[in-house]
């Protein structure tokens, strides 16, 4: 069974439209998050989410939205895709959002804008 | 802000012998972890270490931390070529809510 799952795997798309990417996670977590990581690795938080609720929201522009309809789910809406929104996005789920536990991730959905 | 700094950032072994990363960073922690990424996949957590321990123990792997240096580092012995991924080293604080802030990662290629 896939403890975190993320889809679409691959999403290649044009700028300027709207796309969005689901997580689930089946481990019970109270905690899901959001990362970015870029072409050369570096992995970067987005959003964290505590029982649907929103607790770190960093310097995201806001055409990037977080949904999360219940704790085992939560999912990205980008708007207006750019360019350098190319990158491969990473859903993690943790059991508490305290920092004190190990993080699950999902295999990343890779976001290519033409 | 990035929050770690990994050296090197690759390095190429032979199976057998033992690799070791290093981590530095640079304000106080509550814990830090390591992180497994093969190619094309997600992150796999490998151990964490909290701020009152020094060193710890599993498997294959041992990491040890020195905050008064800010830094850690992560052994491998007897390195197998299932061991080659890029090896991230991430750090939470106190009162972050719980986010990791990632090393910039070192690529590990361990040659049968």
């Known amino acids: 069974d896939t403890a975190v799952s993320q889809t679409p795997k691959y999403l290649v798309t044009q700028m300027g439209n709207d796309k969005s990417i689901k997580c689930e996670q089946n481990?019970?977590?109270?905690?899901m998050y959001w990362y970015k990581q870029d072409s050369k690795k570096f992995l970067k938080i987005m959003f964290s989410?505590?029982?649907?609720?929103?607790?770190i929201n960093e310097t995201v522009p806001n055409r990037f939205s977080p949904k999360s309809p219940d704790k085992a789910h939560l999912n990205l809406h980008i708007n207006s895709l750019e360019l350098g929104d190319s990158a491969v996005y990473f859903c993690a789920s943790s059991q508490s959002g305290q920092g004190d536990q190990p993080q699950h991730f999902g295999d990343g959905t890779r976001l290519s804008i033409l | 802000s990035q929050q770690g700094e990994e050296d090197p950032q690759a390095l190429s072994i032979q199976e057998g012998e033992n690799a070791t990363m290093n981590c530095s960073y640079k304000t106080s922690i509550n814990n830090l972890q390591w992180y497994r990424q093969n190619s094309g996949r997600g992150l796999v957590h490998l151990i964490l270490?909290?701020?009152?321990?020094r060193e710890k123990h599993s498997g294959r792997l041992r990491v040890t931390l020195d905050t008064s240096k800010k830094s850690s580092s992560l052994l491998i012995t007897a390195s197998r070529a299932a061991d080659t991924a890029s090896y991230f080293c991430a750090t939470t604080s106190y009162n972050q809510g719980g986010k990791l802030i990632f090393g910039q990662g070192t690529e590990l290629s361990v040659k049968p």
């Open positions: 989410y505590n029982n649907k609720e929103l607790i």
């Open positions: 270490i909290r701020s009152n321990e």
């Open positions: 481990l019970g977590h109270d905690t």
